[in-house]
Every structure is written in structure tokens, then in C-alpha cells.
């Protein structure tokens, strides 16, 4: 058996210590039988009850424990990850010959995280070409598109007849200046001169004033509309059409949403894969929606 042996890297030692002492127990009451079945596989580094553990564990381990060191680990280092390896398959194998992956809840739901983080791991693990991200930049255009957006000045009133009486008092040909020197006129300050989008627009006015606002033209001024908080006019200042950055100039953000939607997409894969694969029985005898009868069947 291999020597248990400190690691160099602190973090390393203390992950290992944590899980190896509870190992310890288990190899001491069940031993460990260690043996190279019939159809061994150059990539297996050791078996454990007939199942292999394999140089792609061991490198995926040495990622998971010394993230941020990029040095080479050393024999010593490496002979102690096997180790650890060997004890969590025993303890694997030891909760599957419970029963525990069936009756616990939190086991279920980590084994099928570690599971969605595996299939995540191997789409991030593809390279990713410029020629490839700059495609899918052209397939979804509309994802990066900017939406148009708007500098809108507003004053609030306590109701719309003050809002209306504010309107006739300045004459036929409203100003602005005019419209904010009458006595019961709010400038509404909370809403930023910088361009909005309208969703954010909608957030301090309210959806009609909203709508209204988005219907002016430059330097218009609205009828009276009834929002949050009181009553409104309001002035377009100025409109910035939507439009379509340069690939050039968002690579990250292309990037960000391309490894986004890649994750779902693996994921999704996957299950259709493991879907097609599997066999899924309804009990006739439990009443189950409609819906979901089609979408097996499907």
C-alpha cells in the first residue's frame, strides 16, 4: 500500500487528512483488495473491486484540490491522491452496499450536481476558436443588440387636475420652463438625465407614462397621465436608436454568453442522450398529468 505522506501544498494535505481519517476506519475493518481484472486498460492506474480508478480521475483530483497552483505535483504528492482516490471508492462503494444513494436526499442531490459539473467540465474543456465564437456572435444577433434608449425629463404633480390646471396656465404654446415655474409642479429628480432603456424607464414612472413617453418625438411635451405616485408631465429630450455593436468590440461578452448557453446545451444533450437510453415505465396505477404522459412517450 501506499505510504500516507504530508503534501507540500497545505490546502492539499487538509483535504486529504479530512477524508483519509474517516477512510481509515473502513480500510481497517474491510481491508481493501486491490487487483488487475482480465480486461485492464492502460489508462487504469488501479482497481478497486473490479472498478478502475484512472489517470483522469487522478488529473481531475489534482485540479479540484490545488486550483491556482500550476506547479507539478511531486511522486510523493501523486502516490497520496491515489490514495485518496482508493479511499472514495471505498466509501463509495461501502454507501451503494447501504442503500444510502437511494434513501438520502443530500447524497441524491450531490451525486447529481457532481454529475452536472462533470458534463459541464468536459463542454469547458473544448477549445474555442475565434472563427467559432464569431459565429455564433452572427447567429444571435439579436442577443447583443442594444435596445434604444431615451433621456426623459419629468415633473410630478399631486393629481391630474393640478397637472391640467399647470398646462392651461401656461398658455396654448407650453414651455418646459414654463410648465416647472407653476406653483405645484415636482421636478421629479430621481429620474436620471442619462439614457434609459425602457424597461428601467418603467421602473420609475410607471407603465403608462412609460408608453406615453416612448410615443413623443424630441422636445415634446405630454398630455397629463396618472402614475406612480402622482400625476405626470413629461418631455422627451432626447431618443439613441437601438443598434448593433462590432463583434470586435464585445468579444468577452460574446464569450460569456456563448459559455452561458454552451452549459445548458451540454446539459440538455445529455439528458436527451440519457432519455433515449433509458426506459421509463409509468404505473398504471398512479394517476399521472397528461402532459407529462405525452412528453415520455415523446
Known amino acids: 500500500?501506499?505510504?500516507?505522506?504530508?503534501?507540500?501544498?497545505?490546502?492539499?494535505?487538509?483535504?486529504?487528512?479530512?477524508?483519509?481519517?474517516l477512510a481509515g476506519l473502513v480500510l481497517a475493518l474491510a481491508g481493501a483488495r486491490l487487483k488487475a481484472p482480465a480486461d485492464a486498460t492502460?489508462?487504469?492506474?488501479?482497481?478497486?473491486?473490479?472498478?478502475?480508478?484512472?489517470?483522469?480521475?487522478?488529473?481531475?483530483?489534482?485540479?479540484?484540490?490545488?486550483?491556482?497552483?500550476?506547479?507539478?505535483?511531486?511522486?510523493?504528492?501523486?502516490?497520496?491522491?491515489?490514495?485518496?482516490?482508493?479511499?472514495?471508492?471505498?466509501?463509495?462503494?461501502?454507501?451503494?452496499?447501504?442503500?444510502?444513494?437511494?434513501?438520502?436526499?443530500?447524497?441524491?442531490?450531490?451525486?447529481?450536481?457532481a454529475t452536472i459539473?462533470?458534463?459541464?467540465?468536459?463542454?469547458?474543456a473544448e477549445t474555442l476558436e475565434d472563427q467559432q465564437l464569431e459565429q455564433f456572435y452572427q447567429r444571435h444577433k439579436a442577443v447583443f443588440e442594444r435596445p434604444p434608449r431615451v433621456v426623459v425629463e419629468a415633473l410630478r404633480f399631486n393629481d391630474l387636475d393640478t397637472a391640467r390646471q399647470a398646462v392651461q396656465s401656461a398658455g396654448p404654446v407650453s414651455t418646459w420652463a414654463g410648465l416647472k415655474d407653476y406653483s405645484g409642479a415636482q421636478p421629479f429628480n430621481q429620474l436620471p438625465r442619462s439614457p434609459l432603456p425602457a424597461h428601467m424607464l418603467r421602473r420609475y414612472l410607471g407603465p403608462a407614462p412609460t408608453d406615453l413617453a416612448l410615443s413623443l418625438t424630441p422636445g415634446e411635451i405630454s398630455a397629463p397621465v396618472q402614475g406612480a405616485g402622482g400625476a405626470y408631465l413629461l418631455r422627451l429630450v432626447s431618443v439613441i436608436p437601438a443598434y448593433l455593436p462590432d463583434y470586435k468590440d464585445i468579444v468577452p461578452i460574446v464569450q460569456q454568453e456563448?459559455?452561458?448557453?454552451?452549459?445548458?446545451?451540454?446539459?440538455?444533450?445529455?439528458?436527451?442522450?440519457?432519455?433515449?437510453?433509458?426506459?421509463?415505465?409509468?404505473?398504471?396505477?398512479?394517476?399521472?398529468e397528461d402532459e407529462f404522459v405525452g412528453m415520455v412517450i415523446q
Open 1 to 21: 500500500m501506499m505510504p500516507r505522506t504530508h503534501l507540500g501544498n497545505n490546502s492539499i494535505a487538509n483535504a486529504l487528512w479530512a477524508l483519509l481519517a
Open 42 to 113: 492502460d489508462d487504469a492506474l488501479v482497481w478497486v473491486n473490479d472498478r478502475p480508478i484512472t489517470s483522469a480521475q487522478l488529473t481531475r483530483i489534482q485540479q479540484r484540490l490545488a486550483a491556482g497552483d500550476s506547479r507539478q505535483i511531486t511522486e510523493v504528492e501523486r502516490d497520496s491522491l491515489i490514495r485518496l482516490l482508493i479511499d472514495e471508492e471505498l466509501l463509495l462503494q461501502r454507501a451503494e452496499s447501504l442503500g444510502v444513494v437511494q434513501v438520502d436526499p443530500g447524497v441524491r442531490k450531490a451525486i447529481v450536481r
Open 117 to 124: 459539473d462533470g458534463i459541464v467540465e468536459d463542454f469547458l
Open 258 to 288: 456563448y459559455l452561458s448557453r454552451g452549459r445548458e446545451l451540454a446539459l440538455a444533450k445529455k439528458l436527451e442522450r440519457l432519455w433515449g437510453e433509458a426506459d421509463v415505465q409509468l404505473n398504471p396505477y398512479v394517476s399521472v
